[in-house]
């Protein structure tokens, strides 16, 4: 966990990874993951990085038992404390994720929240949320000459020059 301190003022305005500034910076879609689900051929399925978002800046509730699936036998759920330790007050962001194929990395992640054993370890702490069924997912595609994984470490790097720390969800730090 970095030892970085925590910022309380929020981030600078050049730092907000907001749903209006993600737009702007040519995210697409902002659709929840039932919205996913019942439509992945809307999902751009070349490389790129999408964010989970919600809404609300506001402390969340936390489920107890986790959502997701029990991949390989492991279960999902995280203790409340953790999560809570690992909360980014004033964050919109929650996760930040790459894929060599959009299409199928967010139908694997949004399967997971539906309970299916699928691989999708990162980002499982959303799926303790107990707003999960609201979070908003958003994409954008690698541009000539950019990598997912590029296009991910500055992200969650800009995430981490603003808040201190690493997105709610984000375990591992892409740029170590």
Request: with cysteine.
């Amino acid at each position: 966990m970095s030892t970085a301190p925590i910022r309380t003022d929020g981030p600078s305005r050049d730092e907000a990874l907001t749903i209006d500034a993600l737009r702007r910076e040519g995210f697409d879609a902002f659709v929840t993951f039932a919205a996913l689900r019942s439509n992945p051929s809307a999902i751009a399925a070349a490389a790129g990085v999408y964010v989970v978002l919600r809404r609300s800046t506001e402390a969340p509730s936390f489920l107890e038992t986790s959502c997701g699936g029990h991949f390989k036998g492991r279960n999902p759920t995280a203790r409340v404390d953790a999560l809570e330790r690992k909360w980014v007050p004033t964050a919109q962001v929650v996760y930040i994720g790459k894929g060599d194929r959009l299409q199928r990395r967010l139908r694997q992640y949004a399967d997971f929240g539906a309970s299916h054993p699928v691989g999708h370890w990162g980002g499982r702490y959303v799926w303790q949320l107990a707003d999960s069924d609201q979070l908003l997912v958003a994409w954008k595609t690698c541009g000539a000459g950019e990598t997912a994984a590029e296009l991910e470490a500055a992200l969650v790097g800009r995430f981490k020059r603003a808040f201190g720390r690493l997105p709610f969800a984000n375990i591992a730090d892409p740029s170590k």
